[in-house]
C-alpha cells in the first residue's frame, strides 16, 4: 500500500465552486505539505504543517486553505476555484530530525477548473 | 534565503551517452541538496541527497552528483543513459531544521534510441 495518498487523483469543478483535495500519510511523520506544480515552474509551496498545530503559509497560499485533522491528514481547500488554478497538486510528507528533510510525494491530483 | 537553477527545462541525449543535468543552489548556510525524479503521471521520489558528508553522492539508478562548494553547483549525471531514464528531473536545497526545501523548475529527459 502507498504510504502517501490523495484523493481525488482528478478533479474537474467549475469557476466559483468550493473543492477539497485530500492527503492522508501511513508514514507517522509529522510534516506535511501541500505544493502545485504547474509546467516550466516547478513546485511552488502552497501551505505546510511541521505538527498538528502549526500550520504555516507558503510561496502561493491566496485562494487556498488547509486543515491538518489529524497527524496522518492534511486537506487542501480552494473556497471558490478559478481557472489559473488548474494544476497537478501533491501532497508530501518528511519526518522532522531524521532523514533530513527528505519528502515522500503522493501521486498526486489533476485539477482543471473551468 | 535559498534558491535553485536548473539549466535547461529540456535535454536529449542518445541511448548509451552520458547524461548530465545542471543544478546550482543558492544558500545563506551550508545546504542539503537532493535531486528528485518524476516518471510520468507520478510523484516525485528521492534520487539522491548530499547532506555534507562525502562530496559526491551516489544514488538509486546509476545516478550520482558531485557538490561544489567553489561553483554552487550539485550537477546530476548518469554514464550511459537508459531509455527508463526518461522523466522531469527536480534539483531542490534545503537548509535544515525548520527551513522549508525549495525546489527548482525542473528538467525533462528525454532518451533518444
Known amino acids: 500500500d502507498a504510504d502517501v495518498t490523495q484523493t481525488p487523483r482528478n478533479r474537474i469543478t467549475k469557476t466559483g465552486k468550493r473543492i477539497m483535495l485530500e492527503c492522508s500519510q501511513t508514514?507517522?511523520?509529522?510534516?506535511m505539505y501541500w505544493y502545485r506544480q504547474d509546467p516550466g515552474l516547478g513546485l511552488r509551496l502552497i501551505y505546510y504543517s511541521f505538527d498538528v498545530k502549526d500550520i504555516n503559509k507558503g510561496e502561493i497560499s491566496d485562494g487556498y486553505s488547509v486543515s491538518r485533522q489529524a497527524q496522518a491528514k492534511f486537506s487542501l481547500s480552494l473556497e471558490s476555484a478559478i481557472p489559473n488554478q488548474t494544476a497537478l497538486y501533491f501532497c508530501a510528507t518528511s519526518e522532522a530530525g531524521t532523514d533530513l528533510e527528505t519528502q515522500y510525494f503522493g501521486p498526486g491530483t489533476r485539477l482543471l477548473v473551468l | 534565503a535559498q534558491s535553485v537553477t536548473q539549466l535547461g527545462s529540456h535535454v536529449s541525449v542518445s541511448e548509451g551517452a552520458l547524461v548530465l543535468l545542471r543544478c546550482n543552489y543558492s544558500s545563506s548556510v551550508p545546504p542539503y541538496l537532493f535531486w528528485y525524479v518524476q516518471y510520468p503521471n507520478q510523484g516525485l521520489q528521492l534520487l539522491l541527497k548530499y547532506t555534507s558528508a562525502a562530496t559526491l553522492v551516489k544514488g538509486i539508478n546509476g545516478f550520482e552528483a558531485e557538490f561544489k562548494k567553489s561553483e554552487t553547483s550539485f550537477h546530476l549525471t548518469k554514464p550511459s543513459a537508459h531509455m527508463s531514464d526518461a522523466a522531469e528531473y527536480f534539483c531542490?536545497?534545503?537548509?535544515?531544521?525548520?527551513?522549508?526545501?525549495?525546489f527548482g523548475t525542473g528538467t525533462k529527459l528525454q532518451v533518444i534510441p
Open positions: 531542490a536545497v534545503s537548509s535544515g531544521g525548520y527551513q522549508k526545501v525549495t
Open positions: 508514514k507517522g511523520h509529522d510534516r
